[in-house]
């Protein structure tokens, strides 16, 4: 166990539906990261919150929507998904120092398909 | 900016045998590099990094890295494949100056023949 934890594994939802990643980590760090795993393709960074303030979204479509109610805790609520949304999100935490290495710990995914 | 490559899809390796899985990089200053292992169904784990010092680094189950400064390589390796060992793995590397976050690269397989 990483100390990263994804609720849930997996995930079917139609295109109208709404629902909710939720990501805890137990580690005490300070920064977290939403990521999507599709087939043949780089890792994509979503989202990264530090000290509860995003600092960093890849141009994600609004139909994604993080949440970072502490340094603890990260949400990714999902609205009007498409099928190509269908993958693998993953969920990182790291201890955000400056000039630090940010070694990132890795929940085990929520594997997401939209019908 | 900062980039990482992996060259090949995929590395297939007899058990026993040594194992190497190649990872070059861009940055324009110093780097942080990583190799994580992803097991199918799970989620990215921590293999090993290199920071400064040493270029061999030494990390979990046996595996090391090179680091290569004149070659911008970082490549993993094993002296002895186990079957367990077959797996999703990615480089990744930080500029040590800059201000973006990690990037990784695109991942190889790794198959263990038996």
């Known amino acids: 166990e990483t100390g990263v934890t994804q609720t849930p594994r997996h995930l079917v939802m139609g295109m109208t539906n709404k629902k909710s990643l939720k990501c805890e980590q137990h580690?005490?760090?300070?920064?977290m990261y939403w990521y999507k795993q599709s087939a043949k393709k780089p890792l994509e960074l979503m989202f990264v919150?530090?000290?509860?303030?995003?600092?960093e979204n890849n141009s994600v479509p609004s139909r994604f929507s993080p949440e970072c109610p502490n340094s603890s805790h990260l949400f990714l609520h999902l609205h009007t998904l498409q099928p190509e949304d269908s993958a693998l999100y993953l969920c990182?935490?790291?201890?955000?120092?400056?000039?630090?290495?940010?070694?990132?710990?890795f929940g085990p995914g929520t594997r997401l398909t939209v019908l | 900016a900062q980039s990482v490559a992996q060259p090949e899809d995929q590395v297939n390796v007899a058990e026993g045998n040594p194992l190497t899985v190649k990872c070059t990089y861009s940055?324009?200053?110093?780097?942080?590099l990583f190799w994580y292992v992803q097991y199918p169904n799970r989620g990215l784990q921590f293999l090993l990094k290199y920071i400064t010092g040493d270029n061999l680094v030494k990390g979990s189950y046996g595996f090391e890295a090179e680091f290569n400064k004149s070659q911008t390589s970082f490549h993993l390796k094993k002296p002895s494949a186990l079957v367990s060992d077959s797996a999703l793995y990615f480089c990744?590397?930080?500029?040590?100056?800059?201000?973006?976050?990690?990037?990784f690269g695109t991942g190889t397989k790794l198959q263990v023949i038996p």
């Open positions: 990182a935490s790291s201890q955000d120092t400056t000039g630090g290495t940010d070694t990132q710990y």
């Open positions: 580690l005490g760090h300070n920064a």
């Open positions: 919150y530090s000290l509860e303030e995003r600092v």
């Open positions: 940055v324009s200053g110093n780097p942080y």
């Open positions: 990744a590397v930080r500029d040590i100056g800059g201000y973006q976050k990690v990037t």
